[in-house]
């Protein structure tokens, strides 16, 4: 699993969501909400949820007001716990990703 810090030395190299997310097989969207987090990457959408946010608007109050979806809306926010996708996995999820792996071969 990479680190933020990994992922976010592969874009500044690359300059490239999509190479930096296949690196690492993480999805466009994580990776982007990753850089958004750390400051790294911005647009003018991503800096207005942010924005709105940081007011404590709710996401779908912010989703309403643009006409999008609140996945949508979503997925220029920054994480507000942290990335799921990145840094050591827990215990319990080591455990999951092994029940899930023996379900696969049966």
Do not use: F, H
């Amino acid at each position: 699993m990479p680190s933020e810090e990994d992922i976010i030395a592969s874009y500044r190299q690359t300059q490239s969501i999509r190479v930096t997310a296949r690196q690492y097989n993480i999805s466009a969207q994580s990776i982007r909400r990753i850089l958004i987090q750390a400051g790294e990457y911005s647009t003018p959408t991503s800096s207005y949820i942010s924005g709105r946010l940081d007011r404590g608007e709710s996401i779908a109050q912010i989703a309403k007001d643009l006409g999008r979806s609140p996945n949508a809306v979503q997925s220029y926010a920054p994480y507000n716990r942290g990335a799921y996708c990145v840094g050591e996995k827990s215990e319990n999820a080591l455990k999951i990703k092994k029940y899930r792996e023996k379900g696969k071969t049966n």
